[in-house]
C-alpha cells in the first residue's frame, strides 16, 4: 500500500505562489495522480490529474494559473499554484492509483483513487 505524504501549504496573499509536494512511498511510475481540495461545507473536487504518460487535466477554475507535475525519479507530484485567489482556500489532498486511466477521465473522480494523503492547508488572504 502506498503512502502519500503532502507538503507546501501556508498562508498566502491573492496574486501571490505556493508549491505544494506530494512525496509517495513507492515508486509513481505507473500511478495516475490528482490533487483534489475541499473547503468547510463544501464537497471534495478535483483540482488537477496527471496519468503515467505524463498527459494532465485542470479544473477550469485553475486553468492557466496551476501546473501538475510529477517526478518519477523523485517519487513526488507537484503542483505549482500562481495568482492564487481566495476562493483557492482549502484543504489541498493529493490522490494516487495504479493503472492507465488518462488524466481526463480521472480529474475530479474521487472513486478512482484508492490512495490519499492527508492534506495540507492553503490559504489565501485578499
Known amino acids: 500500500q502506498v503512502h502519500l505524504v503532502e507538503s507546501g501549504g501556508g498562508s498566502v496573499q491573492a496574486g501571490g505562489s505556493l508549491r505544494l509536494s506530494c512525496v509517495a512511498s513507492?515508486?509513481?511510475?505507473?500511478?495516475?495522480m490528482a490533487w483534489f481540495r475541499q473547503s468547510p461545507g463544501k464537497e471534495r473536487e478535483g483540482v488537477a490529474a496527471i496519468d503515467s504518460v505524463g498527459r494532465t487535466s485542470y479544473a477550469d477554475s485553475v486553468k492557466g494559473r496551476f501546473t501538475i507535475s510529477k517526478d518519477n525519479a523523485l517519487n513526488t507530484l507537484y503542483l505549482q499554484m500562481d495568482s492564487l485567489k481566495p476562493e483557492d482556500t482549502a484543504m489541498y489532498f493529493c490522490?494516487?492509483?495504479?493503472?492507465?486511466?488518462?488524466?481526463?477521465?480521472?480529474?475530479?473522480?474521487?472513486?478512482?483513487?484508492?490512495?490519499w494523503g492527508q492534506g495540507t492547508q492553503v490559504t489565501v488572504s485578499s
Open positions: 490522490a494516487a492509483d495504479r493503472g492507465q486511466l488518462s488524466a481526463i477521465q480521472a480529474l475530479g473522480v474521487i472513486a478512482y483513487f484508492g490512495y
Open positions: 513507492e515508486s509513481t511510475y505507473n500511478y495516475y
